[in-house]
């Protein structure tokens, strides 16, 4: 029993099974389905509109799925949505905070509301302030939060029960930098802690830095799935890239390439000659090539596709966030 017999088994935290929602004519979310093992870290990944709030939505009880269902920590979403609820946080694309209230009162009332006792409701509060940054804006009513604070704040509140699974709808868009670095932070160490998180995301370094596996969804359907390397690994090989130092070998190096490895292409203007990597012993050859032939270089590398190429390659689009979505939470 206990702890002792659960770390031999992987548990399902999330599974989705053929959830469909349509919207009159509109097909939201169209047949998807995975499942998100305890304790790792889910990446819905896709541009605005392709479904990632509907889907959320459904998975987290807050609008019926119009076939398909979903499980939370084992409980159906439909037959059972108390239960699932009381599993899992949520922090929305729109925030959920009192504006009249201080940010420290709002994470008190809600610690208060979860029934946790007094002097831990402080300490919960003021431990999550400082952890994202608000200690100094503990006192300020929320109205006068600027966007990245508020965001703040609404996930130091879905945070205060810490439950087991955690659906976070891109939590960090509208963001600056800093704020986005120090947020992977702290759920990288709540899934060290054995959180289950799904977040939705259109960034996708953060799916890259995050995610164990990413699904990349678009229309609705899913269209890619696999962990970030795979996803990069499926978008093509990987490229040599060979840096020389003067303009004058571009052409030597260029036969040289020619003869070892396909697709070579020829950019002057950065002294690069690359290739298909078909295997790392190509890089030996061509690193042995450029010592007989005298070619002095400045770089020899591999270059993996980026989940951007991944991204490109799948939808024909980049997958750049709207400026009109990034401070779309009011
Ligand atoms: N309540 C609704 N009624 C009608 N259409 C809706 C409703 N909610 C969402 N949609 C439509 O469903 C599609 C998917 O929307 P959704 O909000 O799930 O996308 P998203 O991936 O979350 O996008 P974003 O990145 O902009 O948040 C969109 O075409 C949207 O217009
Ligand atoms: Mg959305």
């Known amino acids: 029993m206990g702890a002792r017999s659960v770390v031999t088994m992987t548990a399902t935290a999330i599974e989705a099974i053929d959830l469909v929602k349509t919207f009159g004519d509109l097909t939201a979310v169209d047949h998807v389905s995975f499942t998100v093992p305890e304790g790792t870290v889910l990446g819905l990944l896709g541009p605005n509109g392709a479904g990632k709030t509907t889907a959320v939505r ?32 949520l922090t929305g694309q729109a925030a959920t905070v009192d504006e009249l209230l201080t940010g420290r009162e709002n994470l008190r009332m809600i610690a208060d509301l979860y029934g946790l006792p007094r002097p831990r ?41 810490t439950p087991p699974v955690l659906f976070l709808d891109e939590p960090t868009t509208g963001l600056d930098p800093r704020s986005r670095q120090e947020l992977w932070e702290v759920l990288r160490n709540l899934v060290e802690q054995g959180t289950t998180l799904l977040l939705t995301t ?34 093509g090989a ?46 030996t050859r061509i690193a042995a090539g450029v010592q007989n032939l005298g070619i002095e270089i400045d770089d020899l590398g591999l270059k993996r596709p980026s989940l951007d190429d991944v991204f490109l390659n799948l939808t024909g689009h980049r997958a750049e966030p709207q400026l009109a979505a990034t401070e779309e939470s009011a």
């Open 58 to 89: 459904m998975m987290t009880t807050l609008s019926p799925p119009t076939s398909g269902t979903a499980r939370v920590a084992g409980y159906d979403v439909r037959t059972h949505p108390d239960q699932v609820r009381a599993s899992m946080g």
């Open 121 to 161: 409701v402080r300490r919960v509060a003021d431990d999550l302030l400082e952890r994202f940054s608000l200690a100094d804006a503990a006192t300020k009513v929320v109205k006068e939060y600027s966007g990245g604070m508020r965001r703040r704040l609404d996930l130091a509140a879905s945070l205060i029960a």
């Open 202 to 235: 259109q960034y996708l370094e953060e799916a890259d830095h995050l995610a164990d596996r990413i699904i990349v969804i678009d229309h609705g359907t899913v269209i890619a799935d696999g962990t970030p390397l795979q996803l990069k690994d499926a978008s």
């Open 238 to 283: 990987a490229r040599i890239v060979l840096t020389v130092s003067n303009a004058d070998d571009l052409s030597a190096a260029e036969s040289l390439l020619r003869g070892l490895i396909p697709e070579v292409r020829v950019d002057p203007a950065n002294r690069q000659i690359t290739g298909s990597a078909e295997g790392l012993d190509a890089i």
